[in-house]
């Protein structure tokens, strides 16, 4: 079967959508993670991450090696994603800005060419699928302004603790009159501009390595909180 990143005939591995690291603080002691999807009306449980057969070894470890480590360290190992914050904004600095945007980007563009339906509404045209595959490939993150990534630090409703066991399925939605998709993973709100015409706005991340994050309770974040609605409350573990 074909490889959806080097496009090379080859054996297919089962592919994590979403790196497996993010899904750590999800899991049960039964190592469940809790899975909301759009359309759903209460929540599920299902084993580990999403995943399906995308790419093959060799993809998977450039992308494990290349990107996914660098974040994985950066996020948890080296314990720059705080437990609780009471500031109004985070700010990391010293970020390599090609590994940790194209990490991103490669959520983006998995979840896009996944047939899984977690992801459904994430459905990129096939020229940005294209292009981003690319750039993978490249190791090249672009400018600032190709495919901007803005993100909120994100807490746990009426408290200073970081709300970082929550995956929630992406969506794609109108912000500032461009397209973007919104994902929820690693204690933050993720927003992906698809739009040809970049946002003006200091807080994308930039090829200084500094990214300063907003921060919100949860419940101020009007998106998120409406692919709750008919979700019975008491099945939400915030």
Same mark, same amino acid.
């Given at each position: 079967?074909?490889?959806?990143?080097?496009?090379?005939?080859?054996?297919?591995?089962?592919?994590?959508?979403?790196?497996?690291?993010?899904?750590?603080?999800?899991?049960?002691?039964?190592? /469940?993670?809790?899975?909301?999807?759009?359309?759903?009306?209460?929540?599920?449980?299902?084993?580990?991450? *999403?995943?399906?057969?995308? #790419?093959?070894?060799?993809?998977?470890?450039?992308?494990?090696?290349?990107?996914?480590?660098?974040?994985?360290?950066?996020?948890?190992?080296?314990?720059?994603?705080?437990?609780?914050?009471?500031?109004?904004?985070?700010?990391?600095?010293? =970020?390599?800005?090609?590994?940790?945007?194209?990490?991103?980007?490669? =959520?983006?563009?998995?979840?896009?060419?996944?047939?899984?339906?977690?992801?459904?509404?994430?459905?990129?045209?096939?020229?940005?699928?294209?292009?981003?595959?690319?750039?993978? #490939?490249?190791?090249?993150?672009?400018?600032?302004?190709?495919? *901007?990534? /803005?993100?909120?630090?994100? #807490?746990?409703?009426?408290?200073?603790?970081?709300?970082?066991?929550?995956?929630?399925?992406?969506?794609?939605?109108?912000?500032?009159?461009? *397209?973007?998709?919104?994902?929820?993973?690693?204690?933050?709100?993720?927003?992906?501009?698809?739009?040809? *015409?970049?946002?003006?706005?200091?807080?994308? =991340?930039?090829?200084?390595?500094? #990214?300063?994050?907003?921060?919100?309770?949860?419940?101020?974040?009007?998106?998120?909180?409406?692919? /709750?609605?008919?979700?019975?409350?008491?099945?939400?573990?915030?």
């Amino acid at each position: 079967m074909k490889c959806e990143l080097c496009l090379q005939d080859k054996i297919l591995c089962h592919s994590h959508i979403i790196p497996e690291f993010f899904y750590r603080s999800t899991y049960n002691d039964k190592h /469940f993670m809790a899975k909301l999807t759009n359309g759903r009306s209460k929540a599920g449980y299902i084993p580990k991450g *999403q995943y399906e057969k995308l #790419l093959c070894a060799d993809c998977e470890t450039f992308l494990n090696v290349e990107y996914e480590t660098y974040f994985d360290n950066l996020w948890y190992s080296n314990k720059t994603l705080p437990t609780t914050f009471n500031e109004k904004v985070f700010t990391v600095n010293g =970020i390599d800005y090609s590994k940790f945007k194209l990490c991103l980007l490669s =959520i983006l563009w998995r979840a896009s060419i996944s047939s899984r339906d977690v992801f459904a509404m994430v459905k990129l045209p096939k020229k940005h699928e294209e292009q981003i595959r690319k750039m993978l #490939l490249k190791k090249d993150p672009g400018e600032e302004t190709l495919y *901007q990534i /803005f993100a909120s630090l994100l #807490l746990s409703p009426g408290t200073t603790k970081i709300l970082d066991n929550l995956i929630v399925s992406p969506m794609m939605e109108e912000f500032e009159n461009k *397209q973007v998709c919104t994902f929820v993973f690693g204690g933050c709100y993720w927003l992906f501009v698809i739009d040809e *015409q970049p946002l003006i706005n200091p807080i994308a =991340i930039s090829a200084n390595g500094n #990214l300063n994050f907003p921060v919100h309770d949860i419940l101020d974040i009007k998106p998120i909180m409406s692919f /709750f609605d008919g979700v019975e409350k008491d099945s939400i573990k915030w």
